[in-house]
């Protein structure tokens, strides 16, 4: 049986999504078939289609979704081998690359691939900038909690693995604007995670961002929690996360692990005998419910704050189901205008460094790859 139709959106209420198809290691009929489950969901999209023609179009029309999307013919690709610094030299004729331009150059309000993590943070400091003030950008997370929204914010996942005071004290600004505008908290809690939760814990950078973050947590309007550790991350005791790139990514990555593993281990349990198999039967509600909350593409979008400009990434094994999470993130920022507020709310705390504007995408593609 065919497909309904996705409805065409008006011109005055629609958004567009600019999406790389072929970043995706389950390649672009995926992509396609993801953009195909938001469409469906909001009749408001609109999307800006990036790959080879001869590829895309077969895959677009076959989803009828001719309407809805218009296919920009590009040749190359960025592999997930291929080093950032190649990329920003060697990439102008690529999706992830066009994709990218087209938030730049104002046809669509924010940009989603599946790409090389490196690439697309490189690619996108050197076309759409930082914001002014910014340091370091940031790759930030969804991860399910205990909180009644049932997600915590975190931040830095792995843009970049450095971080000083300053820049972790730029995250916690960020992160809180995220959370008010991605989760709706008026006055978000924040935590640094550390190795302990005692003062005198951590390296000496963390320690002096703790000083920094709980000094201006009342005028910028969220409240500093001080040091939490990784069994915090999940828990409804902070609503976000803040930590270095390294640290933050290594944690996603286990978190991420961990839910797949005890999902395995729940399934092979239910099916070891016949008794199993009928409990197994008599649990599905609860099962389902539990798969639920510890689906990873429930909540796949890492979003890349700092820039002038709208750009989520989604996990490069993402399915349909994964890609379409990661557009509709995109289309909530989108819609709330967070980019803007958050360059308003950097600039009203901007802590100063002599050494963070004058630091080059170049530079930071090198430190990627």
Same mark, same amino acid.
């Given at each position: 049986?065919?497909?309904?139709?996705?409805?065409?959106?008006?011109?005055?209420?629609?958004?567009?999504?600019?999406?790389?198809?072929?970043?995706?290691?389950?390649?672009?009929?995926?992509?396609?078939?993801?953009?195909?489950?938001?469409?469906?969901?909001?009749?408001?999209?609109?999307?800006?289609?990036?790959?080879?023609?001869?590829?895309?179009?077969?895959?677009?029309?076959?989803?009828?979704?001719?309407?809805?999307?218009?296919?920009?013919?590009?040749?190359?690709?960025?592999?997930?081998?291929?080093?950032?610094?190649?990329?920003?030299?060697?990439?102008?004729?690529?999706?992830?690359?066009?994709?990218?331009?087209?938030?730049?150059?104002?046809?669509?309000?924010?940009? #989603?691939?599946? !790409?090389? %993590? *490196?690439?697309?943070?490189?690619?996108?400091?050197?076309?759409?900038?930082? $914001?002014?003030?910014? =340091?370091?950008?940031?790759?930030?997370?969804?991860?399910?909690?205990?909180?009644?929204?049932?997600?915590?914010?975190?931040?830095?996942?792995?843009?970049?693995?450095?971080?000083?005071?300053?820049?972790?004290?730029?995250?916690?600004?960020?992160?809180?604007?995220?959370?008010?505008?991605?989760?709706?908290?008026?006055?978000?809690?924040?935590?640094?995670?550390?190795?302990?939760?005692?003062?005198?814990?951590?390296?000496?950078?963390?320690?002096?961002?703790?000083?920094?973050?709980?000094?201006?947590?009342?005028?910028?309007?969220?409240?500093?929690?001080?040091?939490?550790?990784?069994?915090?991350?999940?828990?409804?005791?902070?609503?976000?996360? #803040?930590?270095? !790139?390294? %640290? *933050?990514?290594?944690?996603?990555?286990?978190?991420?692990?961990?839910?797949? $593993?005890?999902?395995? =281990?729940?399934?092979?349990?239910?099916?070891?005998?016949?008794?199993?198999?009928?409990?197994?039967?008599?649990?599905?509600?609860?099962?389902?419910?539990?798969?639920?909350?510890?689906?990873?593409?429930?909540?796949?979008?890492?979003?890349?704050?700092?820039?002038?400009?709208?750009?989520?990434?989604?996990?490069?094994?993402?399915?349909?189901?994964?890609?379409?999470?990661?557009?509709?993130?995109?289309?909530?920022?989108?819609?709330?205008?967070?980019?803007?507020?958050?360059?308003?709310?950097?600039?009203?705390?901007?802590?100063?460094?002599?050494?963070?504007?004058?630091?080059?995408?170049?530079?930071?593609?090198?430190?990627?790859?």
């Amino acid at each position: 049986m065919s497909e309904p139709t996705a409805p065409l959106p008006s011109v005055e209420t629609r958004v567009t999504i600019s999406v790389d198809a072929m970043g995706g290691d389950l390649g672009p009929a995926t992509v396609v078939a993801g953009i195909a489950k938001s469409a469906q969901k909001n009749p408001n999209l609109h999307f800006l289609v990036f790959g080879p023609a001869s590829e895309l179009k077969p895959l677009i029309t076959k989803r009828k979704l001719t309407a809805r999307c218009d296919i920009r013919d590009v040749r190359d690709v960025v592999r997930m081998e291929d080093k950032p610094s190649h990329v920003m030299r060697h990439g102008k004729g690529t999706s992830m690359w066009a994709a990218i331009e087209a938030v730049r150059d104002g046809e669509a309000q924010a940009v #989603v691939s599946c !790409g090389n %993590t *490196g690439a697309l943070m490189a690619v996108s400091m050197i076309r759409l900038r930082k $914001l002014p003030g910014i =340091f370091r950008p940031a790759i930030a997370c969804l991860w399910p909690s205990r909180n009644p929204g049932g997600f915590n914010v975190m931040l830095d996942v792995g843009a970049d693995i450095r971080a000083d005071a300053k820049d972790l004290l730029q995250y916690a600004i960020m992160g809180a604007s995220y959370a008010r505008n991605g989760l709706g908290l008026s006055r978000p809690r924040i935590g640094l995670l550390n190795v302990g939760t005692e003062e005198t814990k951590g390296r000496t950078e963390i320690r002096e961002a703790h000083d920094l973050i709980e000094d201006i947590s009342h005028d910028a309007n969220f409240e500093f929690i001080g040091f939490v550790e990784g069994g915090d991350i999940p828990s409804n005791r902070v609503d976000v996360i #803040v930590t270095d !790139g390294f %640290t *933050g990514n290594i944690a996603l990555k286990t978190g991420e692990g961990t839910a797949t $593993l005890i999902r395995e =281990f729940l399934h092979e349990g239910f099916r070891a005998t016949p008794l199993s198999r009928i409990a197994a039967l008599l649990a599905m509600t609860s099962l389902r419910r539990l798969s639920k909350r510890t689906d990873p593409r429930r909540v796949n979008g890492g979003v890349f704050l700092g820039l002038n400009g709208t750009v989520v990434k989604s996990h490069g094994s993402a399915d349909a189901t994964g890609v379409s999470s990661a557009i509709k993130l995109a289309v909530r920022l989108a819609e709330s205008s967070f980019n803007e507020q958050l360059a308003a709310r950097v600039a009203s705390f901007n802590p100063g460094r002599q050494d963070g504007p004058n630091k080059t995408a170049e530079a930071a593609g090198k430190e990627q790859a």
